[in-house]
């Protein structure tokens, strides 16, 4: 039991892809204990890769959803046996990967108010789902269902300018229809719908919780700028679907106490709040204390089996964005620490692994010729211009290797140097168009927040740079989604009282410096991106059927 000076802390919980994630944080935002249960390894008995199952048509993606509840009774017990004291809990939050869906049967209400502290949850919720394979965000099964959505909303400019993105096959509303269409009787049987997100606060609530601004802006059902569900979205989905989803909350509403389950099984105080969960993109924006103005590039690595069938690592681009422009390529949701902004998110797959390829043709298979070759080349590559889309490109949805001169003349080949350098130039003037296509603006004061791998290459960070005309910062960002939970429980307590993200979470680890722009950098790349622009076109006509 906790004495009287013994610090609060403050837990964030993630409920990713490949595992479940936990930190606890002092209110000096130290973190004083982390902890995690692999699924792949840990709980062998669900038979997931990657902590999926890819199901035979190659397009379904699907993880058990019995496997999140038991990894959460094995997180608890392995924190519980480690000595970790719960009743110093003051609060906690935590998040989910985006887009899965959670389907409670006719009843689970009940069961979830009424959990017996002597067993545990897998035991007690074996039968509270209606669809025990949940959808989640690998998924690409559901076209049909994006095209129909599409159209009740009036198109996909349309449908973006409602909720921020266009129909994608992953987004929960597409998904939601899916299962509407295919397993009728199970969507029959569903008295509540849960984002993974949501899902993880109810088990901590006793209670169906409501789905937050952020993480329901991934659904194709949310209004962005109401945030409120849009009832042609609901209703082109399934009638009285908002029965189902509850009302949404801010991002950081109390929503309760936690639930007396987790007092008398492992020791939490009754006063212990929980806090609107999340999605980890947006936990990992608070995670990384993103401002107006900054942008975080990074690259991570989609899981082996993802849909891809191999290992894809792509880069993906956060930003912080306060007046949004529907745009067909990109994701706005409403901002998790904001109630007025919005962030969003852009997935560029072409990211590490052609980075690789080219150092491995042009640079002998090694970084330091590679750098050279950065250092060795003038900014702007002398006019000439790269496209890189090994695999079909996301953003935009292109393919193929395009290169120009600086005549604009397509042409078959650079020089090693210059290709190394019409890479990385091609494809950071890439992140800024689409950025700025989304609404970012550079402003001054902007930074760029490198994560993931290619923040240890300096000379890839200094073109990075000099493309953004912005300071480069890199900060470690392994437990993000997790240390921006903790840090929005730790603000929940306060944000009823006005208390501002920021002023909470002043006093954590400040990023580092990296890199400058080139005085000359701003004329150079500001020309530069009008000529790639009009060359993506190019390339765009090209690449469509
Ligand atoms: O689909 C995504 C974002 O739109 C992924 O980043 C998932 O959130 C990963 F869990």
Redesign the pocket.
Known sequence: MAAAQDPSLFLGFDF??QQLKVVAMDESLSVVHQSNVHFDSDLPEFRTRGGVHVHADRLTVTSPVLMWVKALDMLLDKMKEAGFDFSRVKALSGSG????SVFWTRGASETLKNLQPDQSLETLLQDSFSVPASP??MDSSSRKQCDALQEAAGGALRLAHITGSTA?E?FTGNQIAKVRATRPEEFQKTERISLVSSFAASLFLGGYAAIDYSDGS?MNLLDIRSRSWSQICLEAVSPQLDLLLGDPKPSSSILGPVSSYFVQRYGFSESCRVVAFT???PASLAGMRLQQGDIAVSSYCLPPNSREVKAVESD?VFLWIADPRPALQG?VFCNPVSEQAFMA?L?FKNGSLTRERVRDQCAGASWEPFSAALRDTPLGNGGNIGFYFDSQEITPPAVGVHLFDPQDVQVCSFSPQVEVRSLVEGQFLSRRLHAERLGYSIIPGTRVLATGGASSNNEILQVLSDVFNAPVFTLDVSNSACLGSAYRALHGLSAESGASFFDVVKNAPEPQLVAAPHPEAKEVYDQMLQRYARLEERVLQKSRP
Do not use: F, P
């Open positions: 990713s892809t990967q985006q887009h899965g989640v965000w994608y992953r991934g999605g980890d993109n993906t994701h998110l997935c």
